[in-house]
């Protein structure tokens, strides 16, 4: 019984490590504070003019 129960744990632990490895990470959303920055940063730079 011991070895039965040592086998399934491996074939669940390699189903595990293949799910995790194969399945593409997901894109992560950005954060509020990070899209806040961006678009005071585009902001910022849409305003700039050259020199005269």
Avoid: H
Wanted: aromatic residues 12%; proline residues 10%; hydrophobic residues 50%.
């Amino acid at each position: 019984m011991k070895y039965i129960f040592i086998a399934v744990g491996c074939w669940l632990l390699l189903n595990v490590l293949f799910v995790v490895l194969v399945t593409p990470p997901r894109r992560r959303r950005p954060r509020q504070l990070a899209r806040t920055i961006d678009a005071v940063k585009k902001f910022i730079f849409s305003r700039r003019q050259p020199p005269t």
